[in-house]
């Protein structure tokens, strides 16, 4: 895509990430597991329309957050070898423009989320001091990873909330085990940065956890599994779920496994497998609701 795009458009794909569909897939994920949970209880069959929303809503709201997290931390950006060569940090692209960008993205966010009903479109606004907030946490806490948990994780409502105009008790569990997810798999993420983030003083789970990170990790991805396999038991739902919920914790239990603290290209690796472990949650949910 970098390739063959113009020269102009370069700083504005890398800003939104498009040529790192990682990250709207883990925005995506919860979104899509909550919407085949919802579906599963409801017996009607999958909501196609509502997912192909929130794809668009994940690409368009992850390049928002990304351009967003880009223009407020570009002076830290400067001081890290893997983020320097960033558009605004290295002066391709102006924090302007980052402003105008990030707007742009945001509408259509704002085109998608109307699409919903009027609870799921005020569950989605709620989110916005989350995300205005996390690119500030990881200068005042230790654990920004989980801020940028109940950003990410966010989806897990709204799925629910779409088809059914309201939350229970199935889409909070589901909520709480994509937090502690997102805190497991961003804390390996943030692994490739330990060291040049102890010089710039941004703090993480990653350096909280120390030599103990496997362990830390480990805790965050054992109450994910868990509180993914109370969501499937809350909803009552058919047993295929259960097999989407063994798979993910299979995988989850690979990563911690494979953790190696000082090897980054290692840590790139765990964290995107994460896409495959949220589909495979995904997968066994869908089943369920097809059933």
Same mark, same amino acid.
């Given at each position: !895509?970098?390739?063959? &795009? ?23 994920? %919860? ?9 599963? =209880? ?23 957050? @990304?351009?967003?997290?880009? #223009? ?17 940090? @290295? ?16 509408? =259509? ?25 996390? %690119?500030? !946490? ?5 654990? %920004?990873?989980? =801020? /940028?948990? /109940?950003?990410?994780?966010?989806? &897990?409502? !709204? ?10 008790? %199935?889409?909070? #569990? ?5 937090? /502690? ?38 805790? !965050? ?11 499937? #038991? ?10 989407? =919920? ?30 495959? &472990?949220?589909?495979? /949650? ?10």
């Amino acid at each position: !895509m970098l390739a063959r &795009a113009p020269e102009w458009a370069t700083p504005f794909i890398q800003l939104a990430r498009i040529d790192r569909p990682i990250g709207w897939q883990l925005i995506l994920l %919860p979104c899509w597991e909550s919407s085949a949970l919802a579906s599963a =209880v409801e017996g009607k069959g999958l909501h196609i329309t509502h997912m192909l929303l929130f794809l668009i809503g994940a690409i368009a709201m992850r390049g928002a957050g @990304s351009t967003y997290n880009d #223009l407020v931390d570009r002076d830290i950006d400067a001081q890290v070898e893997r983020t320097r060569g960033r558009p605004l940090p @290295s002066g391709r692209a102006t924090p302007k423009q980052a402003a105008v960008f990030i707007a742009l993205q945001c509408l =259509v966010g704002l085109a998608v989320l109307l699409c919903f009903n009027a609870f799921a479109i005020a569950t989605g606004f709620a989110s916005i001091a989350i995300v205005l907030a996390y %690119p500030f !946490m990881k200068r005042i806490t230790s654990w %920004p990873q989980a =801020v /940028l948990g /109940l950003a990410f994780a966010w989806g &897990a409502l !709204m799925g629910w909330a779409a088809v059914f105009g309201s939350l229970a008790p %199935p889409a909070f #569990l589901l909520y709480g085990s994509a937090i /502690l997810w997102t805190i497991g798999y961003d804390t390996i993420y943030a692994l490739q940065d330990i060291r040049d983030d102890a010089i710039a003083g941004v703090r993480s789970t990653a350096r909280l956890f120390g030599d103990n990170v496997r362990v830390g990790v480990g805790a !965050m991805y054992a109450g994910a599994a868990a509180l993914a396999e109370a969501a499937v #038991l809350a909803a009552h739902v058919h047993w295929s779920a259960q097999v989407g =919920v063994i798979a993910f914790a299979a995988h989850l239990a690979w990563q911690v496994s494979a953790i190696r603290q000082d090897d980054k290209a290692c840590a790139l690796k765990l964290f995107r497998a994460n896409r495959d &472990a949220g589909f495979l /949650l995904f997968a066994g949910l869908a089943a369920a609701a097809l059933a």
